[in-house]
T-cell receptor, first 113, second 113 residues
């Protein structure tokens, strides 16, 4: 199993551009989530999904959209990038939504100029 | 809403000495508690979790944590530190009535040779 994969590994955007961060898992996990990691802020939850077709907001959802059309994929869309969205983004998955261990992807480093 | 606090940004320990990384939490109901570790330029890796049962939880790489309900704490411990334990450690909590998992800001552990 590849586990949780994320693409791209690194991306530079200009303010106002849009892009999609890809996340995929091959473990048939129901629960998937997106976090951003900023210095001194730890990990903050952006959006999460407890199954295909179901998504919900986390702590810092503004400026991001998600969809979950399949169990495997959970893309994160930046509609109009802002410098404040410069961060490292991690996708994670777990078998169920409540007590299971989360498995993290390797991260995407995003720089918005 | 649930929250988690890691009061120390950094902890320095001499190799061979015991180590403790502190974590306190706040939830409305009963918590699920987790510890994750992050090595440089990597995603987070699961160390251990408390779901129910014995308050002392043993995890990977010789780490353990004690759930203390009265003090709302879940401190991470290891009897004898190794230089290879140097990393960023995150405590996380999930309220059993909620699907969201919330991470602390992280504690950087330095093991001095």
């Amino acid at each position: 199993n590849a586990g949780v994969t994320q693409t791209p590994k690194f991306q530079v955007l200009k303010t106002g551009q849009s892009m999609t961060l890809q996340c995929a898992q091959d473990m048939n996990h129901e629960y998937m989530s997106w976090y951003r990691q900023d210095p001194g802020m730890g990990l903050r939850l952006i959006h999460y999904s407890v199954g295909a077709g179901i998504t919900d907001q986390g702590e810092v959802p503004n400026g991001y959209n998600v969809s979950r059309s399949t169990t495997e994929d959970f893309p994160l869309r930046l509609l109009s990038a802002a410098p404040s969205q410069t961060s490292v983004y991690f996708c994670a998955s777990s078998r169920t939504s409540w007590q299971e261990t989360q498995y993290f992807g390797p991260g995407t480093r995003l720089l918005v100029l | 809403a649930q929250s988690v606090a890691q009061p120390e940004d950094q902890v320095n320990v001499a190799e061979g000495n015991p180590l403790t990384v502190k974590c306190t939490y706040s939830v409305s109901g009963n918590p699920y508690l987790f510890w994750y570790v992050q090595y440089p330029n990597r995603g987070l890796q699961f160390l251990l979790k408390y779901i129910t049962g014995d308050n002392l939880v043993k995890g990977s790489y010789g780490f353990e944590a004690e759930f203390n309900k009265s003090q709302t704490s879940f401190h991470l411990k290891k009897p004898s530190a190794l230089v290879s334990d140097s990393a960023l450690y995150f405590c996380a909590v999930r309220d059993r009535r909620d699907d969201k998992i919330i991470f602390g800001k992280g504690t950087r552990l330095h093991i001095l040779p």
